[in-house]
Structure formats: structure tokens, C-alpha cells
């Protein structure tokens, strides 16, 4: 099967590995930099952005992460996964930096106030139906760059889901209403990889 990585140094790293698994991919919890060797895709998962910046240096993944990104490893990132894709972010805490690969720019926490967590369904490019969304302190995509794609979108036109080559990145969370077709998504573009490097 496909080894897909889950960087697990902090947030929903189960639900994940869980959605991996029924899909039919060996699921690798990521915790130390041997870890990513072999390695056909990753996810990074949701939680807290400048927690998992911080560990991830403390560790020693965040420059083979940068340099397998810069490679063209398939990377599916939501919520706080998709912050630390993003190229440029709005809102940063604590001097945190991102990994980076999208060519996009989030802005964190950007639902606050009152509405901090919200479900609905989405349109989202290339699934057929609705996908069901979770966002819980989610952030927005404001700008997206010349090198990435908006898949899906809130009926007020923020930017909720873009695709950049291999790179995949969700505001909301799929996992917690066992939506799995984004991470079938991920196995897509790891195949699409696949064969790109067998041809
Ligand atoms: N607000 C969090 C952050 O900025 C993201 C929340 C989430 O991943 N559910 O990292």
C-alpha cells in the first residue's frame, strides 16, 4: 500500500490516520525525521499552527518537511495544516513561521468572535456531491496566487479549499464528519505522482 505520513507533534492526528487507513494506505505517525524517509504523502492535521511550527524545529522535521515539500511530495494540510503551507500568513503569533509551498495567503482565526466553529456542506472541485466542513477556528484563504487553484469556496466567496500541484490545503476539517474523499484526493495526487516518476 501507499505510505502516507501523519506529522504528529500536536492536534487531531488520529481522525486522520483512521480516514488513511479505510482508504486502503499505511498510516505513519511522524514524530521524528527518520520518519518521513519513504514516505508517498503526508498530512499535516489541525490544532494549533504556532505549536506545531515550534515543535516541528524543536524535532528537527521542519527542514527535510520543507525540502520533501520542495520536492513535490503530495501534502494534504487542514486548518492549521493548511496555515503552515501557506507562503504568507496573516495573524501570526509567537515569530511563527510556516513550512510554505502555497503560492496563497491565510489569515488565522479568521471566522473569531462569536461564530469561532461552524459545519456546512461544500461544493468542493472535482468531488462529486457536498462535502461536509467543520470549522473550528479555521482560517481564510485571502489571496490566491498565480501557482494555486481555489476548489471551493462559503456562499460569501471566501476561499475555503485550494490545490497547487501535489499540495492540497483545507480551511475546514473533513475528518470529524467522516468525509473522506479529501483524503482520496491526497491518494489521487500521489498517484498522479507516481506515475509522473515511473513515465
Ligand atoms: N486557529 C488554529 C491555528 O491558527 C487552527 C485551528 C484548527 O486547526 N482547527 O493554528
Known amino acids: 500500500p501507499v505510505r502516507i505520513g501523519v506529522l504528529a507533534l500536536q492536534g487531531d492526528v488520529r481522525e486522520h490516520a483512521a480516514i488513511l487507513t479505510a482508504l486502503g494506505a499505511e498510516a505513519v505517525l511522524v514524530r521524528r525525521p527518520e520518519q518521513l524517509a519513504d514516505l508517498d504523502g503526508l498530512v499535516i492535521p489541525g490544532g494549533e499552527s504556532s505549536v506545531i511550527d515550534k515543535l516541528s524545529r524543536i524535532f528537527g522535521l521542519r527542514e527535510p518537511l520543507r525540502a520533501l515539500i520542495a520536492d513535490g511530495l503530495p501534502v494534504y494540510g487542514t486548518c492549521a495544516g493548511l496555515i503552515l503551507l501557506a507562503d504568507e500568513i496573516q495573524g501570526a503569533i509567537d515569530g511563527q513561521l510556516t513550512f510554505g509551498g502555497l ?97
Open 103 to 199: 503560492d496563497v495567503t491565510v489569515a488565522r482565526n479568521a471566522f473569531g468572535g462569536q461564530v469561532e466553529s461552524f459545519e456546512t456542506t461544500l461544493a468542493v472541485q472535482g468531488i462529486d456531491g457536498e462535502v461536509a466542513a467543520t470549522f473550528i477556528r479555521a482560517p481564510l484563504i485571502t489571496r490566491v496566487g498565480p501557482r494555486a487553484k481555489a476548489i471551493a469556496s462559503l456562499p460569501d466567496g471566501g476561499v475555503v479549499a485550494v490545490e497547487q500541484g501535489g499540495l492540497l490545503g483545507t480551511s475546514f476539517h473533513p475528518e470529524m464528519n467522516g468525509e473522506t474523499r479529501l483524503h482520496a484526493r491526497l491518494l489521487q495526487l500521489v498517484e498522479a505522482r507516481r506515475s509522473a516518476v515511473a513515465a
